[in-house]
T-cell receptor, first 110, second 114 residues
């Protein structure tokens, strides 16, 4: 009920390709879905976020797709670059709680 | 230059010693949080505080203690009762009490206990 399942655990993508990370949640009380980007030895930084009243949000090369009925959301990184290599965390939250996925280690091949 | 400061970046302690990790923020945020990060485990909530002089246990509070005497500061003490203290510790804050919508993280402290 409180889990956020994130997949894949690790991902390797060629430079210029599309990176896709998926998350699924169980609690329909969540109403805010942020993605965080974390570089080694650093704290996570908020990357992009979406609310369930929209199905897609795009900021530059980063897009969140949201499927409310399936309780799933995904991060798409277009034209992936080596500088995008990092760990990405999805999260689901509401006023009471935030639950993080376990993270995806993304490596972009130059 | 607003943000969250955690010090030190690396910390080494002998088993059986208590150690305190510092977290300071100048964002004027009400709520502050402590997370522990282990490889493959994601972020696990240790303690959080929504207002000065009040704090709540998170999912893995055993072996840890906190204080919130000032709005800007939320130190975490890792006690000798914590069975596996070696980890990367992250402090975070959010704007409003009771708001989990956007959390801002510090750079982290890597604690190694031998």
């Amino acid at each position: 009920q409180q889990q956020v399942k994130q997949s894949p655990q690790s991902l390797i993508v060629q430079k210029g390709g599309i990176s896709i990370i998926n998350c699924a949640y169980e609690n329909t009380a969540f109403d805010y879905f942020p993605w965080y980007q974390q570089f080694p030895g650093k704290g996570p930084a908020l990357l992009i976020a979406i609310r369930p009243d929209v199905s897609e949000k795009k900021e530059g090369r980063f897009t969140i797709s949201f499927n409310k009925s399936a309780k799933q959301f995904s991060l798409h990184i277009m034209d992936s670059q080596p500088g995008d290599s990092a760990t990405y965390f999805c999260a689901a939250s509401n006023v009471d709680k935030i639950i993080f996925g376990k993270g995806t280690r993304l490596h972009i091949l130059p | 230059d607003g943000g969250i400061t955690q010090s030190p970046k690396y910390l080494f302690r002998k088993e059986g010693q208590n150690v305190t990790l510092s977290c300071e923020q100048n964002l004027n945020h009400d709520a502050m949080y402590w997370y522990r990060q282990d490889p493959g485990q994601g972020l696990r909530l240790i303690y959080y505080s929504q207002i000065v002089n009040d704090f709540q246990k998170g999912d893995i509070a055993e072996g840890y203690s906190v204080s919130r005497e000032k709005k800007e500061s939320f130190p975490l003490t890792v006690t000798s009762a914590q069975k596996n203290p070696t980890a990367f510790y992250l402090c975070a804050s959010s704007i409003e009490s009771g708001s989990n919508y956007e959390q801002y993280f510090g750079p982290g402290t890597r604690l190694t206990v031998t």
